[in-house]
């Protein structure tokens, strides 16, 4: 179990680069149908899979397109949600991921019941009926307008104008409304943006930034990725909970990552980046590691772990979605999906990729320091990661993105 998540992240790594610096390129909303399709083939795939080889396989599949997913929807959210509004859309999106595990443990509990259907069938059904709602994203997604600040950067000033001017109309923004009173003069881009343009951003223009997104992502992915996909196993091997009985416990742990974001968002756009994002890191560091604590002493049963899993993730939530906010809207408009893409795949190649088959081997030994010595070293990365965004971060609240950087093709 813990290597096919491996594969799956893997998978998602890659699949964040490739297409995040298609994005760039094509454009955000092109790229929602393709990473989409990806993960719609790949899912269906999963379902009809032989054996554990060709499993691996679709699930490597499956987290490409996810992987490119974060890119190309992450920053969409940047370029087109008003300042004053964008933190707490930017997490209440990436926290809606929970919305999904929530109806999956759900599905997966019912379908996995004995008896309910053959045992070579149950788990099949539950990644085909996933691909069957990625089917009705498939269609909302129709009614989203390419990002206007994209079709600028590529000369598409007519388009660009016709959405911006129906999402005034929409929203009743009469033509005396404030504006923003800079200018900025752009030169069209004659070639798309690559790895160097992303070098320089990076290393050149803005380096403190760089190390600051680095420590948030991989600090996150190795939080999420290690406790997450094992869980299933720490219930079977500690606490005796059977496989149709697992979704019943994961379903709190998703609507407590979900209301997290939903609770706070709105905070990081009133009190501010660094002190709402170092205080979730923070606040997830201390009570993960009073979890950890408390496992290894013996004192903890199946439900009260999962209700201080709840808790910790409440914050844990917001932190992770808060770290794809911070690099999503500090680089400039021609690198964003590519940085966004970059950012998450080291950050879950550092963090993400080894964590749930080193907790699966740790959780194998059957020995509860083992485990909980893991979740202590998460909780001392959550606490660092807290403490390099007091002195790193970005006060990029209620600003409009050209303001946080520079477009590298302003005039």
Known sequence: MGASASAYLAGAVLGAIFFGWLTDVLGRKRLFFITLGVYLLATAATAFSPDYFFYAVFRFLTG??????????????????PARYRGRTDLAINGSFWVGAALGSVGSSVLLSPGFLPPDLGWRFAFGIGAVIGLVVLLFRRALPESPRWLLLHGHTAEADRIVANIEHRARVH???PRIPARIRLRVREHASNLLDLALTLFKHYPRRAVLGLVLMAS??????????TY???LDRFFGVTAEKVGLYLLPFSIS?????????WLFDRWGRKP???GTYALTGLLLGATAYWFEEGSLSATSMTVA?????????AAASSAYLTVSESFPVEVRALAIAVFYAFGTALGGIAAPWVFGSLIGTGNPGAIGGGYLFGAGLMICAALVEVWLGVAAERKALEEVATPLSSA
């Open 64 to 81: 490409a397109g996810i992987g490119g997913e974060y890119a190309a929807i992450n920053s969409a959210i940047q370029e087109l949600i």
């Open 220 to 229: 996150q992915a190795f939080c999420y990725n290690a406790i997450f996909f």
């Open 175 to 177: 033509p005396e409304a």
């Open 232 to 234: 299933a196993l720490v």
């Open 276 to 278: 709402m994002i170092s």
């Open 257 to 265: 990552n979900f209301i997290g974001p939903l609770a706070l968002g």
């Open 309 to 317: 899993f709840s808790c910790v993730f409440f914050f844990a939530s």
